[in-house]
Structure formats: C-alpha cells, structure tokens
C-alpha cells in the first residue's frame, strides 16, 4: 500500500474496515433528528442535508467500484442518491453500512483496481473510504456544536493518506497542480507518541512526500517551515478544517511558504 515510508503506516486492512463501519455510524448518530437546514462551516455552502447526501453516495460508488472490480477510470456515478426528505437521510446513511462491511469483508485488499491515487489496489478505496467518513463526521459534529474527537492512531495515518495522494488530486482540486517550488522542504511533526514528523518537497514539477531513505544515510537539513501539534490537530489542519493561526499549533520558518501550501492543498 502506498505510504510516506514511515513505519506504522497504513494500517492493517482490518482496522479499516471496522474503523468505516464505527465512523459511518457515528456520523449518522450526529446528524439524526438535527435540523438539516444547519450550514456546515467547514464545507462552505453546504447544509447538513448536503453532507448526508454526500457521504452516502460516496460509499455506494466506493462499494459499486470494489463490487465491479473495476480497472479503468470510470465515466459516471451512477448510485442510489437517496432519499429527497432530507429527515431520512441519516437513516439512509446507516441503511448502507451492512452491505459496505460486506463488500470489504469479501475483497482482497490486494485485488488490482483502478484508484485515482499511487496505490492501485482495492486497498486504497478502503483507507479513502475511512478518511472521507472520518472527516465529515467532525465537519458534523462541529456544526451541531459537538466536541469533536479523533483517535490519535487513526488521524497519524489519515496525515500519511493525506499526503502520499495529493500529488495524484490534482483532478477534482485542480490547485495542486499549480503548486511548485525550487526544493523547498515543509514538515508537519506530530506530538504523539511514536509518530514523528512527515516532510514533503515543492519541484519544479510539483510536490512529493518525503520518505526517511531519501536522505540516502546523510544529515537531514531543516524544512524551511514547520509545523508542529498533535495528530488530530495535522489532520484538520491539512484538510483545511482548521488554521495554523489557532491554538494548539507550533509554527516555525517561513509563512509565506506554509500560507501558499494551504492556498492550494485542502480538498
């Protein structure tokens, strides 16, 4: 599976495939029986009506694309969009969640497929697939006023994911792309226990992630920006969900750099 190199991650496939169905159940605990009128902050425009819709139909196409096996990119999403009461639309959300467990109960994670990322395996769906159910339940959670938590485990790999795919985002957020650089380094180092830092590299022709062999055995140097918090923390910071500017974040080196990584990175 791909990863920044770094021990640790990804996880074992098991640990995504419970860890889908808990998140997938809590976001629809969180959104039930709430108004779902109630802007979402962290996804401007959208309603929690939105965010429902949106993480149902994007488990059944992640299921219909484990389902069929598929190999090349495909040219529709055509899945069940759901209910258009809103109200049932939680309900709705849960209703899926025993045929996603069966799909992943029943693939082998080392099946080859088409992704849009590095790892070109039916494995790479399965950890997109927690990250995006994962993220979205805090969006909920912080737009009906929940305290939001992230298991520390969990949010260190969803840094790796982040970061050893957004080079291959440039699809559907097309500022990734533009974002370039002369060999400048950033690091995002992790306070719990056991993590470390990652690091990734703007070239001329785009960005990289970093792996610890790319040093080839010689003194790293330091990143011209770093910033430092706890792995929850990185990860709301990377998908733009929070600001570097808040509590609870360590920056150092150069601004300028940090602010045009976030101007094109969150998705």
Known sequence: MATTGRVGHPLPYDVYRQ??????????????????????????????????????????????????????????RNVDPGPDDARERADWVAAGVPA??????????????????????????ARRMLFETLVHRVDAERAVGRATGVDPVL??????????NLPYAGAFAPAVAELHGSGETIAFRCTDPGDGEWRVRLDPDGLRPLTPTDADGAARPEPQAAVCASAADLLQLLYGRRSYHEAGYEVTGDAELLDRWFAHTAF
């Open 100 to 125: 996603v467990a069966a799909v992943l109960r029943d693939t082998d994670p080392g099946t080859p497929m088409w992704a849009w990322g590095e790892d070109q395996y039916a494995r790479f769906w």
């Open 19 to 76: 860890a889908i169905e808990r998140e997938t159940l809590r976001f629809a605990e969180v959104v039930r029986d709430v108004d779902p009128g109630t802007p979402v902050p962290s996804c401007p425009d959208w309603t929690l009506a939105d965010l429902m819709r949106h993480v149902g139909t994007l488990q059944r196409w992640f299921s219909a694309l484990l389902t069929a096996r598929v190999r090349e990119r495909p040219s529709s």
């Open 155 to 164: 949010a260190a790999d969803g840094v790796d994911e982040f970061l050893v």
